[in-house]
């Protein structure tokens, strides 16, 4: 099982930019594709955007396709999100993900294939 810290939400007005930080420990993350993925009140988790273990394929939802960029270093065991022009409605709980198995991407937009989630941390979008 690995540890994963998310870092870098705040408050923040409309159009403007964050850039979240995922720390994982141990030694096996660079075996695997990461995500990241947010809850707002109410609401279901959804996936926002996907990096699988190499960082050669990065996989975005339709909304975030154009203004968020999601990478990683795996030498410093950390993942990142970039994320600009934000909206109001992204206002949410930001957590990032671990699939269960090394090596697949295979339902990378699906919760149910990520086994190890962080704590999560607030983004609020102010209007």
């Known amino acids: 099982q690995v540890h994963l810290v998310e870092s870098g939400g705040g408050l923040v007005q409309a159009g403007g930019s964050l850039r979240l930080s995922c720390a994982a420990s141990?030694?096996?993350?660079?075996?695997?594709?990461m995500g990241w993925f947010r809850q707002a009140p109410g609401k279901d988790r959804e996936f926002v955007a996907a990096?699988?273990?190499?960082?050669?394929?990065?996989f975005y939802a339709d909304s975030a396709k154009g203004r968020f960029i999601i990478s990683r270093d795996n030498a410093q065991n950390t993942m990142y999100l970039q994320m600009n022009s934000l909206e109001p409605e992204e206002t949410a709980v930001y957590y990032c993900?671990?699939?269960?198995?090394?090596?697949?991407?295979?339902?990378?937009?699906?919760?149910?294939?990520?086994?190890?989630w962080g704590q999560g941390t607030q983004i609020t979008v102010s209007s």
């Open positions: 993900a671990r699939q269960t198995s090394p090596s697949t991407t295979v339902c990378y937009d699906s919760r149910d294939s990520y086994f190890d």
């Open positions: 141990g030694r096996t993350f660079s075996a695997y594709t």
């Open positions: 990096i699988n273990w190499s960082g050669g394929r990065t």
